[in-house]
């Protein structure tokens, strides 16, 4: 199976950034397409980002389209997004997820990490 840990989180004001980070074991982990979920208080969890396992295909929720950019280092079995000029709308509880079709719908993504709190203040 794949494990999933995530990390990165935090606070930050209106406009800043953050970057998480998820760190990935098991060896079909370069076969997964990726993807950032997030899950505000009292929402269900929505689709962010996703990156197929080349690397070479991303798609961004359109919300966050411009501002978040997602990546993936196959040998470092490691997937990051980069969050830039963040909202309060940003905040949430943030997943990486991984699975094996190419989708924006949660229910088809089979491994998931533990989660990272972002919350953007002001």
């Known amino acids: 199976q794949v494990q999933l840990v995530e990390s990165g989180g935090g606070l930050v004001q209106t406009g800043g950034s953050l970057r998480l980070s998820c760190a990935a074991s098991g060896r079909t982990f370069s076969r997964y397409t990726m993807g950032w979920f997030r899950q505000a208080l009292g929402k269900q969890r929505e689709f962010v980002a996703a990156?197929?396992?080349?690397?070479?295909?991303?798609l961004y929720a359109d919300s966050v389209k411009g501002r978040f950019i997602i990546s993936r280092d196959n040998a470092e079995n490691t997937v990051w997004l980069q969050m830039n000029s963040l909202k309060p709308d940003d905040t949430a509880v943030y997943y990486c997820?991984?699975?094996?079709?190419?989708?924006?719908?949660?229910?088809?993504?089979?491994?998931w990490g533990q989660g990272t709190q972002v919350t953007v203040s002001s």
């Open positions: 997820a991984g699975g094996f079709t190419w989708t924006r719908d949660v229910r088809y993504y089979d491994y």
């Open positions: 990156i197929s396992w080349s690397g070479e295909s991303t």
